[in-house]
């Protein structure tokens, strides 16, 4: 069975500290793939990376980074210098490759509030 | 591109009640799919289509049908609504192309039934 854990329900910091979101993944495919999604306050959900599980190349984009690590099924997200805008519930979730089914398991969120 | 397209953004129904929440995309994509987002559960699979006329099952089907008879529209329909179903629904579609596995959201629509 797949499962994603997003152990961390609520974070609270001060604009201009860094983050870290965890996320842990269970599958027991070989071929999956791995996302962020962002869920501002006005509702909407917002892609924000996938990753393959044959490309544990950490990523990097502005002040967004993550870290993959099938060692331990971990595909955490870190807000570098975290600004109020940034302030949203953040969503992992995972999808297995195969079949016609593109279903996603998603984690069951963390929100982020980020203090001016 | 309109992208995903959901109305309404707000219903609220009396138990029992039916109801139809439209979805609609227009970037040919050839898979759809419905999902509840609820406090402190994440979002969860009801319904998804790989194709017109093809529907399943996701992880929590029961009070809900759906059908596809066209690649840019997937209704969700409630039969006889009931108060457990007040949730906040999406929409999604995407590409069948292998590999491709990014869900494009609607903006959701906020069902309440009291």
């Known amino acids: 069975a797949q499962k994603v854990t997003q152990a961390q329900t609520e974070i609270s910091v001060v604009e201009k500290e860094d983050v870290t979101l965890d996320c842990v993944y269970e599958?027991?495919?070989?071929?999956?793939?791995l996302f962020w999604y962002k869920q501002p306050p006005s509702g909407e959900l917002v892609f924000l990376i996938r990753?393959?599980?044959?490309?544990?190349q950490n990523e990097i984009s502005g002040r967004y980074s993550w870290n993959f690590q099938k060692s331990t099924s971990s595909f955490n997200f870190t807000i570098t210098a975290s600004q109020v805008v940034d302030s949203a519930v953040y969503f992992c979730a995972l999808a297995v490759y195969g079949g016609a089914t593109n279903k996603l398991i998603f984690g069951t969120g963390t929100l982020l509030a980020v203090q001016p | 591109n309109a992208g995903v397209t959901q109305t309404p953004k707000f219903q609220v129904l009396k138990t029992g009640q039916s109801m139809t929440l439209q979805c609609a995309q227009d970037m040919n994509h050839e898979y759809m799919s419905w999902y509840r987002q609820d406090p402190g559960m994440g979002l969860r699979l009801i319904h998804y289509s790989v194709g017109a006329g093809i529907t399943d099952q996701g992880e929590v089907p029961n009070g809900y049908n759906v059908s596809r008879s066209t690649t840019e529209d997937f209704p969700l329909r409630l039969l006889s609504a009931a108060p457990s179903q007040t949730s906040v629904y999406f929409c999604?579609?995407?590409?069948?192309?292998?590999?491709?596995?990014?869900?494009?959201f609607g903006p959701g629509t906020r069902l309440t039934v009291t």
């Open positions: 990753r393959n599980s044959f490309d544990e």
């Open positions: 999604a579609s995407s590409p069948r192309t292998s590999g491709s596995y990014e869900q494009y």
């Open positions: 599958t027991r495919d070989t071929t999956y793939y």
